[in-house]
């Protein structure tokens, strides 16, 4: 997990202010050229009510809870990476496969929903409107050759940020490599 930015960062935020410092690094902020930015490294949650699964959810409201006390939706602010949660219908190659199941299970897209609740806005959704727009694709079966793909990483934006998008992209080309990752980066183009 990392940020990286050409200005000197300010009020660096290596975790959750109530994770300890053996907690697994899920979290990342620093203010920026005026811009909060937050990198989030969601968990995975494993299996719809198992223990993972719970911690994802608690984690999602303490995420919640920091920024009810430490942001402000009138500022600018971006929080991007991997949310591990697949917010709508359009975001699953199969919705009917895929519903019930971790990435995709009602509580999980209620604890997204509470993140935008909070001022934040989809940055690719208030762009772009078509199905399809996938950022991972499971290693089995050929998913990505297929299209079986889901979208879990965002880029969410506060309202004076995601007035000065005005692009948002997947760069599917980096999930190609030799090697790749099995995510493939989005991309916002922000107007100074």
Known sequence: MAILHREPAAEVLARLPDEGE????RFLAATIGGVRVASVYAPNGQEVGSPK????????RRLRRWLDQAADPRQPLAMC????????????????QWRGQVLFSEPEKQVFRDL???????????????????????YRGG??????GMRIDHILMS???????????????????????DHA???ATIEC
């Open 159 to 181: 309202a004076p940020l995601a007035a000065r998008c005005t692009a948002v992209e997947i760069d599917r080309d980096e999930r190609k490599g030799e090697k790749p990752s």
């Open 81 to 96: 990476g991997d949310f591990n949660v697949a917010p709508e219908d359009r975001d699953v190659w199969d919705p009917e």
């Open 185 to 187: 980066p989005v991309v």
């Open 53 to 60: 699964y719970l911690f994802k959810l608690e984690w999602y």
């Open 143 to 148: 998913a990505f050759h297929r299209g079986w």
């Open 116 to 138: 935008l609740g909070w001022g934040l806005i989809d940055a690719l959704r208030r762009l772009r409107t078509e199905g399809g727009l996938y950022t991972w694709w499971d």
């Open 22 to 25: 053996e907690a697994p690094c």
